[in-house]
């Protein structure tokens, strides 16, 4: 509902879902291995330049330390 912060991305959340792009906002700290498995239409991913521990590189989401 309203006024909830996500501040987690649970494996499976989008599980073959169709979404065929996501806006990571700053308050995440957490995405799980598995999160967006399957999701063959997912061609880009938008991180917030707020978050402190996932970024984006070309639609392409990093943790911080570039290695995912």
């Known amino acids: 509902g309203a006024g909830n912060t996500v501040t987690a991305i649970a494996a499976g ?17 957490k995405i799980a291995d598995g999160a967006f498995d399957g999701c063959t239409k997912l061609s880009y991913i938008s991180v917030s330049i707020r978050n402190a ?12 330390y570039l290695l995912l």
Do not use: W
């Not at 959340?13 to 700290?29: L, W």
């Not at 521990?53 to 911080?64: E, H, M, N, Q, T």
């Open 13 to 29: 959340a989008f599980k073959s879902t169709h979404v065929s792009a996501i806006e990571i906002p700053e308050t995440v700290s």
């Open 53 to 64: 521990d996932y970024c984006s590189v070309d639609g392409v989401l990093y943790d911080f």
